[in-house]
């Protein structure tokens, strides 16, 4: 028996999130069916990141375990060709047995991208929210310094979270506009629930005029759902990599 780590790439848009569902199609759902059909044996991934319905990744991780002859590198080519376009595998190789990707030291980098323009673009709307209101990016600048640090974030979390310690570290956050794109960059250990959309769409409350900057350090000091902004839609999310420290 061998444990087998890949690295996965999807478009979430057609999936109700990463996690098995009784009644939705689902990321983790195709990888076990495919993998199991490519190694004949019943096969179940466990993965790093559970991320919602209709956010994508470029680099979300996920072990299983087999007893396959098929060299680990190997196994990627092999369950591509299976996969549909939409799931891809970027990388396939042998771990240690006890490598457990949500029981170790880890850095995620996540992007939310934000098409700020007078009339929509069709070719981004799956993948960036559109917004034709002008936004200050130095408002929003000034704004995302203050997630930075280890900070509780109970505020910046959906309410239906099951986590009982909602403390955070996040290490960074930059906001960039090119063009008519506005990407909120956010990198840090781990995030909570919706936490890293309900940052964004806070940023953009700030970037509209509704709050200023430093209220996200009045917002962080109530823990209160309600004292944050609105959770951006889920389109605009990409988990760009994770790190394993």
Same mark, same amino acid.
């Given at each position: 028996?061998?444990? #087998? =780590?890949?690295?996965?790439?999807?478009?979430?848009?057609?999936?109700?999130?990463?996690?098995?569902?009784?009644?939705?199609?689902? #990321?983790?759902?195709?990888?076990?069916?495919?993998?199991?059909? %490519?190694?004949?044996?019943?096969?179940?991934?466990?993965?790093?990141?559970?991320? @919602?319905?209709?956010?994508? *990744? %470029?680099?979300?991780?996920?072990?299983?375990?087999?007893?396959?002859?098929?060299?680990?590198?190997?196994?990627?080519?092999?369950?591509?060709?299976?996969?549909? &376009?939409?799931?891809?595998?970027?990388?396939?190789?042998?771990?240690?047995?006890?490598? +457990?990707?949500?029981?170790? @030291?880890?850095?995620?980098?996540?992007?939310?991208?934000?098409?700020?323009?007078?009339?929509?673009?069709?070719?981004?709307? %799956?993948? &960036? +929210?559109?917004?034709?209101?002008?936004?200050?990016?130095?408002?929003? $600048?000034? &704004? *995302?310094?203050?997630?930075?640090?280890?900070? @509780?974030?109970?505020?910046?979390?959906?309410?239906?979270? $099951? *986590?009982?310690?909602?403390?955070? $570290?996040?290490?960074?956050?930059?906001?960039?506009?090119?063009?008519?794109?506005?990407?909120?960059?956010?990198?840090?250990?781990?995030?909570?629930?919706?936490?890293?959309?309900?940052?964004?769409?806070?940023? =953009?409350?700030?970037?509209?005029?509704?709050?200023?900057? $430093?209220?996200?350090?009045? #917002?962080?000091?109530?823990?209160?759902?309600?004292? &944050?902004?609105?959770?951006?839609?889920?389109?605009?999310?990409?988990? #760009?990599?994770?790190?394993? %420290?």
């Amino acid at each position: 028996m061998k444990r #087998i =780590m890949l690295t996965v790439a999807y478009d979430g848009t057609n999936y109700h999130g990463w996690q098995v569902q009784p009644n939705g199609r689902t #990321i983790e759902g195709v990888l076990n069916e495919c993998l199991s059909l %490519l190694l004949g044996e019943k096969t179940e991934v466990i993965g790093a990141s559970r991320t @919602d319905s209709g956010v994508h *990744a %470029l680099g979300n991780i996920a072990v299983f375990d087999t007893n396959t002859s098929i060299p680990s590198e190997k196994i990627a080519y092999a369950l591509n060709a299976r996969l549909p &376009a939409d799931i891809k595998i970027r990388g396939s190789k042998e771990v240690d047995a006890s490598f +457990h990707p949500r029981r170790c @030291d880890s850095r995620k980098t996540y992007e939310y991208r934000i098409y700020n323009a007078a009339f929509p673009l069709p070719t981004e709307r %799956l993948y &960036a +929210h559109f917004a034709y209101t002008p936004f200050d990016i130095g408002r929003m $600048q000034e &704004a *995302a310094v203050y997630f930075v640090g280890t900070h @509780d974030f109970k505020s910046f979390c959906n309410t239906d979270t $099951q *986590a009982e310690n909602t403390v955070r $570290q996040v290490e960074d956050v930059t906001v960039k506009k090119e063009h008519d794109m506005i990407t909120i960059r956010v990198i840090g250990r781990g995030f909570l629930y919706n936490m890293v959309r309900i940052m964004a769409g806070t940023l =953009m409350e700030a970037g509209r005029g509704f709050i200023k900057p $430093q209220e996200i350090e009045h #917002i962080l000091e109530a823990k209160d759902r309600e004292a &944050a902004g609105p959770t951006a839609p889920a389109c605009g999310l990409t988990l #760009i990599k994770y790190e394993f %420290l």
